[in-house]
């Protein structure tokens, strides 16, 4: 990327995040999610700060070319609506039948205006191209052109209260995670529904996926249901990664 083009993209980020309006960043360190009295945890809060010390907030990480991309397997769950699956969703069933025309994204929580968005009125926003590495817990990575709709957009669209701290979202496949602000503004985080310039294909997470390029693979959440806007960290239960195991944050 051109050293202009970085400075107009540090631009329009500045502008985009003034205009999310008085939303500070400085009462995240009060709101930190729990350690659930285990010393790993506190490992994921201690990296949380390391890198909130070290990194500048809205650094983009590295893009590549279309030469890059790579072959790129689909795992975790590959189709939400097959019906052999224990978390078989017959809603989701229906709407890939349906082409997802019925398919809406639920926006919820602390928004002045929650609503629920269609796959057009996503593509109606300005959209983001971006060539990115996926990294996965498991110990592949793999490149691929994501395309969509910057998440800062939609949440600037449903106008962020000035107590939002932190976003969870919800899939088809009964997964839950939360990130926090500084994340879900990134200029890199969005909403994507293009793949290597197609519709994003279902294995991968049709109709929408998160994108989120700073952490690890599994917080780019696919078939997305709903986002929910909150004051503070929620762990998303039994479906949430955290108590599976997992990292809260998973910064890269
Ligand atoms: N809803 C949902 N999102 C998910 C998963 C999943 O199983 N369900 N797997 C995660 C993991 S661990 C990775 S590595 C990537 C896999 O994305 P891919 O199938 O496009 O390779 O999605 C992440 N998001
Ligand atoms: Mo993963």
Redesign the pocket.
């Known amino acids: 990327m051109k050293t202009s083009e970085l400075i107009t993209r540090r631009r329009m980020m500045i502008t985009g995040l003034s205009s999310v309006g008085g939303l500070l960043l400085t009462g995240c360190s009060k709101k930190l999610p729990p350690s659930y009295g285990n010393i790993l945890r506190m490992g994921d809060t201690l990296t949380y700060a390391a890198h909130q010390t070290l990194l500048p907030g809205q650094k983009l990480v590295k893009e590549y070319t279309h030469r890059d991309i790579s072959s ?7 189709n ?1 609506g097959d019906p052999n699956t224990h978390n078989s969703s017959e809603v989701y069933r229906n709407l890939h039948r349906g082409g997802f025309t019925d398919w809406r994204l639920s926006i919820e929580g602390l928004v002045a205006k929650p609503g629920l968005y269609s796959l057009a009125d996503l593509k109606r926003f300005p959209s983001r191209t971006q060539i990115t590495r ?1 990294t ?3 110990g ?1 990575s ?1 490149i ?1 052109q994501w395309t969509g709709v910057p998440l800062s957009r939609v949440l600037d669209d449903a106008g962020l209260l000035p107590s939002a701290r932190f976003i969870s979202f919800y ?3 009964e ?1 839950a995670d939360c990130i926090d602000m500084l994340d879900a503004l990134h200029p890199q985080t969005i909403l994507a529904y293009g ?1 290597n310039g197609r519709d994003l294909p279902l ?3 049709a109709p929408v ?2 994108r989120v390029e700073t952490q ?9 249901q709903r986002i929910v806007v909150r004051e503070e960290f929620d762990d998303g239960g039994k479906n949430g990664n955290i108590q599976n195991g997992w990292s809260w944050y998973a910064g890269i």
């Open positions: 790129f397997p689909a795992t975790g769950t590959t939400p996926h996965c817990e498991e592949w793999a691929a899939s088809y496949d997964w793949m294995p991968h997470g996926r998160l690890l693979g599994y917080k780019s959440m696919k078939y997305l």
